[in-house]
Structure formats: structure tokens, C-alpha cells
């Protein structure tokens, strides 16, 4: 299973955007969903999680405070809204399906992602 994420885009630093990911209800309304990002020549890395059920989220220590996730059950959709962006946040950003919380470790595929590019 492939999830698809959306929203990507060329920002300036200190700009916003909002990041989506729909999924099929099956997937999405008894896992916990995650976004992950990875940057040209490094690993994918864990960005948050919003846990299932609890509403409960976690996220990486470089994005709190600006990034925020929230899931929309209506929808099957979770979203990234990612606030004062900054060069170091340019990557492509992925959503996964997570089983386990803390970490959030995805089962579900890696789709293309979106591609975010903070200009300075």
C-alpha cells in the first residue's frame, strides 16, 4: 500500500505550507499516520506522528514548534501544516502508516512524496 502525499512546493524561508495525505479508511482509521522527510544525499528521517485514537503527536526535535500534524477522520486525510519554513526543511516529504508509536515506524510503501524547496 502507497500512500500519496501532496502539497509540495518553492517557498521562501519564513513562508507556510500545508502538506496533505489521504488514505483508504481501512489504513487510516486504526493506525497511527506519520510524515517523514528525506533531504538530497541523506537518510529518510521521521518529521511527526499523530497517534491513533488519542490524538496524541510527536515531533522531531528541528520542526517543533513550527510544523504541526493533524488528521481529519471525515477524510481519511492527514495533513503537515508546516509554518516559518526554512532552508533545512527543503526535502521530499513523505506519509506513512505506522503501527508502533515512538517510534512511529511505517508499513506502508513509500510513495513519490512531495517535494518542499525553501529558498533563502
Known amino acids: 500500500v502507497q500512500l500519496q502525499a501532496f502539497g509540495g512546493g518553492l517557498v521562501q524561508a519564513g513562508g507556510s505550507l500545508r502538506l496533505s495525505c489521504a488514505a483508504s479508511?481501512?489504513?487510516?482509521?486504526?493506525?497511527?499516520m506519520g510524515w517523514f522527510r528525506q533531504a538530497p544525499g541523506k537518510e529518510r528521517d521521521f518529521v511527526a506522528a499523530h497517534r491513533w485514537g488519542l490524538g496524541s503527536t510527536d515531533y522531531a526535535d528541528s520542526v517543533k514548534g513550527r510544523f504541526t500534524i493533524s488528521r481529519d477522520s471525515a477524510k481519511n486525510t492527514v495533513y503537515l501544516q508546516m509554518n516559518n519554513l526554512k532552508p533545512e526543511d527543503t526535502a521530499i516529504y513523505y506519509c506513512?502508516?505506522?503501527?508502533?508509536?515512538?517510534?512511529?515506524?511505517?508499513?506502508?510503501?513509500w510513495g513519490q512524496g512531495t517535494l518542499v524547496t525553501v529558498s533563502s
Open positions: 479508511e481501512r489504513i487510516f482509521s486504526s493506525n497511527n
Open positions: 506513512a502508516a505506522c503501527r508502533s508509536w515512538r517510534p512511529c515506524a511505517p508499513f506502508t510503501s
